[in-house]
């Protein structure tokens, strides 16, 4: 206890000898900003863990931590239905978790989404492989917006389909 006491008085005398004695409202906006993103990232991280572990996913080399702070994550179910999308999908496209779950991915998609590309898509879902891709999706606004789409079928331990992930991020 008595470290505690010490490292306070120590923390106050420091504090207590800067011109600045009290911050400026405005950081505390900024602070707010980080908090809410440092929790939504581990909120993200433990649905993703949850689902993972509950259809015993087989372990892949995914750098599931980076990709939740620079991209967004979707992952359907083997019927490509999303069952999840991280929290910064709003940044990207205007669209919150609630709003996308049980819906296709398709539902970003619109007129200037090239058919070809699409296709394309499919044939690898069909085929349970990875694909990459840029496709012109919509924002919830309707305005259109480039991204690149980084999908992979997801096996259980059996070696069956579980889900799909996919890493998006605007290009």
Sequence with gaps: MNNFRQY????AM?????NVKTPPIFCWD???EFLTA???FFQDLNKLNSIASQNKWIQNNWDIKNSLKEEVIIVTDAKLKIVFASHNIVKM???VEAEVLGKSPKMFQGEATNQITSNEIRKAIVEQQPFE???MNYKKNGEVYACLIKG???FNTKGDLSHYIAF???A
């Design 8 to 11: 306070e008085d120590a923390i």
């Design 14 to 18: 420091y504090h207590n000898g800067l």
């Design 30 to 32: 900024f602070h707010n």
């Design 38 to 40: 440092v929790k939504s």
């Design 93 to 95: 496209n205007g669209y």
């Design 133 to 135: 891709k840029i496709v």
């Design 152 to 154: 992979f079928p997801v």
């Design 168 to 170: 998006e991020k605007a």
